[in-house]
């Protein structure tokens, strides 16, 4: 005889697509980090190293607020480095960081329409948890801002 399986609940998919939302985000975080601290001998160095700060804080403070809902709702958050990798939605980076500033610059935004299209899947199923669906809103007005940024700093179109 064959066990029946039950669908998730909807709190259980909630915790499922808040742990995958947080794994990206830690693996963004670290992207961000790999070219915060070895981008170089690039015009404008100042300004760059203190934008990809800027992203990774940003992510830092958005992965704590995720890890809370996902206990809220009774979860555990993901914790470990190999559990971030099996649930992210992002790759690892895996280019030279020190000086191509460019490559630097198309990782963090196709890893931010990835880290925004997730956020919106949320929003879009998250209206029985007024608090999630009100801080995917923010989210997603943060990552929309992002993302206009890193396309208009490689004056590219979507």
């Known amino acids: 005889m064959a066990l029946k399986r039950t669908p998730p609940t909807d709190r259980e998919k909630l915790i499922e697509g808040l742990n995958v939302l947080l794994a990206s985000l830690k693996v963004q975080t670290n992207n961000l980090y790999a070219v915060h601290w070895n981008l170089e001998k690039t015009p404008s160095f100042i300004t760059f190293h203190n934008y990809f700060g800027d992203l990774y804080e940003l992510n830092e403070k958005h992965q704590d607020m995720i890890a809370e809902f996902v206990r809220i709702y009774n979860g555990i958050p993901l914790f470990t480095m190999t559990e971030f990798l099996e649930k992210s939605t992002i790759m690892e980076a895996e280019f030279d960081a020190t000086n191509d500033l460019q490559m630097a610059l198309s990782k963090a935004k196709v890893d931010t329409r990835v880290i925004l299209a997730t956020v919106r899947?949320?929003?879009?199923?998250?209206?029985?948890?007024?608090?999630?669906n009100d801080y995917m809103a923010e989210m997603v007005a943060d990552y929309g801002k992002r993302n206009w940024f890193l396309r208009s700093s490689m004056d590219e179109q979507d």
């Not at 899947?121 to 999630?132: H, L, M, Q, S």
């Open 121 to 132: 899947e949320i929003f879009r199923e998250t209206e029985k948890f007024p608090d999630v």
